[in-house]
């Protein structure tokens, strides 16, 4: 009794320790990026109407923005949570809105193009893996109102992600003019717009480090549970996998029979169709002829029998002459043997891929004269 409940105790920690592995998965939410590239698009809103901090949330009468995309940005973020921004806006300034404290009676183009150092504050308040608030500070060039100025910029925002790459960027900007003559004035820059994360280096967060500690400490058990009937498993895969190369062995025999009578095979249909092409004899042609008569014709006709018999089957078509006549007479009589005996075949039904022809003049003699 007291095995039996042994026993039990142990499938029952082995199944629970499978459950609680299970459990444990990591998964993205348990790694963080250490550091990445970052491409972003959206919208910007120009609040210059020259108070800066009044009002900030009027957006009827001080906020400018455009119906389409109209911010773009690349930036490389490093390990050590900061990140180098290049950014680029288009906005318009409407008319009717408040532009350096007066109602702007004329539409006119916005152009910015920023830099920025920023910091991710979870370096600070720690890592989560979908929200990543950071703060920066930079340089910039903007033509606003027709006006240009060079701008110290500080900047405030937060990005939230919806997949490992995919992520909404919100933020607001201050940026105060290098030189304020001319009537230009200081004022706010907010952005919305999604980012794509991309050739990213990731690692696991203090959470997910938690878990793969826990994780492993859950397969050793179920190492040392797994252990104790290691023996015999051992033996029974042994035995397993001797039965099983006994059947491969026994199946590449038979394969290897097998081959050898499909060989055998082949080897006596080459030579029983050998035996029977020899069988239709030679065609013959009178002297300085290239005609064929009704015998070398019956012989044509076997030959064409035999091919469109044996699909697979091809043949070699050669054509001679004797020692009478010129070299050059008498290959061309055998060409012209070779290719009246070929478009009679040809004619017979049989594809001219299945016959290989040549003609050899008086270089082959088979009378051996000279």
Known sequence: MKKINIGVLIILLHTMGSVWAQDL??????SVVKSSWMFGLGYNFVDDSGDVF??????????????????????????????????????????????????????TDYYAIDTRVSYDLNKIIGETAWFDPYVGV???????????????NGVIGFRTWITERIGLDFSSSGKWAMNKGDGVTNHLQHAVGVVYQFKAE?????????????????????????????????????ARLLAEQLKKEKEALRLLEAEKEKAAAQKQRREDLQVKINSFGRINFALNSSYLDKTSKKTLDSIAELLKENPTVTVKLGAFTDSRGTDKYNLWLSQRRMQRSLNYII?????????????YGEEVLLNNCE
């Open 202 to 238: 990731k690692e696991l967060s203090k959470k997910g480090l938690e878990k793969q500690a826990q994780i492993e400490e859950i397969l050793k058990e179920q190492q040392r549970v797994a252990d104790s009937t290691a023996i015999a498993k051992k033996h029974k895969e042994e």
């Open 54 to 107: 009044d009002e900030l949330l009027d957006v009827d009468k001080q906020w400018n923005a455009v119906a389409f995309p109209s911010r773009i940005s690349i930036g490389k973020y490093f390990e050590s949570g900061i990140g180098v921004e290049a950014i680029g806006s288009y906005n318009k300034y409407k008319v009717g809105k408040t532009v350096d404290g007066f109602v702007n009676l004329e539409e």
């Open 347 to 359: 004619s017979k039904g049989v594809v001219v891929e299945k016959i290989t022809a040549n003609a």
């Open 138 to 152: 930079g340089l910039g060039y903007t033509d606003a109102n027709n006006k240009g100025r060079g701008t110290y």
């Open 25 to 30: 998965q990591l998964t993205a939410k348990d």
